[in-house]
């Protein structure tokens, strides 16, 4: 028994020390991971001078130059209509043909009645002479006492009448038909006012045309962007102004001429309307495309500028961290205009020093840091 306990302790004992040495050793190791690298990696760029411009965006649609509804002068069955959506047409060019058949039947109709009222004229016209050569014999009988007056009178009744049936519009009447149904039947063909193209098709032969447009012709080769300006805009855009405008349907920016701006603002928008020209000699632009029409409302040249993500603000300041000697300096700025990705520092900053655009948020003042990439540019 004595044996056991002793040989229980023993093993205890050395336990005890083999935990102690480990415990040792581990401690070791933590205290070599004091000497890791602190340094905060960081990307930084060259400040330079650069012209800045600052505007505003205006949200607009692409409307055609040109839009005709067609609608038929007269109503009618439809005989051809030679052009689809999409079809180029020159002004004058057909769109739709209706059925004048029946109209050039009345025509034929209309013309032989022209020629029996032109008859009828001829034989009005000589009865006239007939009755005044007759009258004018009666009236000179009469004063000699050769004739009766109730001869007199008779010869003068028959005059009357004869110069009645003269100034009958026979004549003109057959003519007024005539013109009548002759523009009809040209108004059978229907054609383009304007050089475009056809962008609405609402017709097919054998339907009625009545008073609702059958086609929609546009002209594109110049296009409108209609957007509105903001009342404290207005004052900064001026008639004939170049202007950028953005269609991303469209592939780009195109370039622009302010066209129009009214001189009253929108009730219900509270802004002024305006149409900026675009050239669209491609027609890339179609009417109903999304734009966005930009204004520069302030421009600067030869000033400080710095990629936005420089800044960090720290409470109501602006800051960015300038690196010396791999040491990251807070610098407090002031600033101008901005861009979209740039900004100008009107106090703060010189040229050529060095600015964090990458993990300047995880700095603080004269952090130590490791420049992983740099760029000049600005």
């Known amino acids: ?201 609402n017709i097919d032969p054998g339907e009625m045309a009545g008073t609702q447009p059958v086609m929609t012709v546009v002209n594109i080769d110049t296009v409108f962007v209609e957007g509105t300006i903001a009342e404290g805009d207005v004052a900064l855009v001026k008639q004939g102004q170049k202007v950028a405008v953005n269609v991303d349907a469209a592939g780009g920016t195109f370039e622009g001429i302010v066209k129009i701006i009214s001189p009253v603002a929108n009730p219900q928008t509270k802004g002024y309307p305006v149409k900026v020209e675009i050239q669209n000699p491609g027609h890339k632009l179609k009417p109903g495309m999304f734009a966005e029409i930009k204004l520069v409302t302030a421009e600067k040249k030869n000033v400080v500028v710095v990629p936005k993500q420089a800044l960090v603000t720290r409470g109501a300041s602006k800051v960015v961290y300038v690196v010396e000697n791999s040491i990251a300096l807070e610098r407090s700025v002031e600033t101008g205009i901005e861009s979209d990705d740039k900004i100008e520092v009107t106090k703060g900053l010189n040229v050529g020093e060095k600015v964090v655009i990458q993990g300047q948020q995880s700095l603080s003042d004269k952090a130590k840091v490791s420049v992983k990439t740099s760029s000049t540019g600005s």
């Open 1 to 201: 028994m004595k044996f056991n306990r002793r040989t229980k302790l023993f093993s205890t004992v050395c336990l005890i020390t083999a935990l102690a040495f480990l415990g040792g050793c581990g401690k070791k190791e933590v205290d070599t991971s004091v000497t890791e690298d602190k340094n905060v990696p960081v990307t930084i760029v060259e400040v330079k001078t650069d012209s800045l411009s600052t505007g505003t965006t205006i949200s607009g649609k692409v409307t055609p130059q040109q839009e005709v509804a067609i609608i038929p002068k007269i109503p009618g069955k439809v005989a051809r209509v030679p052009v689809d959506v999409g079809a180029r047409v020159n002004k004058g060019g057909l769109l739709v043909k209706l059925d004048t058949t029946d109209l050039e039947i009345s025509l034929s109709s209309a013309l032989n009645g022209l020629q029996n009222a032109k008859l009828t004229h001829n034989q009005a016209k000589l009865n006239y002479n007939n009755a005044k050569t007759n009258y004018d014999r009666m009236k000179s009988l009469y004063k000699d006492g050769a004739i009766s007056y109730q001869q007199l009178e008779q010869a003068e009744l028959a005059f009357n009448l004869a110069k009645d049936a003269l100034k009958a519009p026979a004549v003109a009447n057959a003519q007024t038909q005539i013109d009548s149904i002759r523009n009809q039947i040209t108004n059978g063909t229907i054609t383009s006012p304007i050089d475009g193209e056809v962008a609405v098709r």
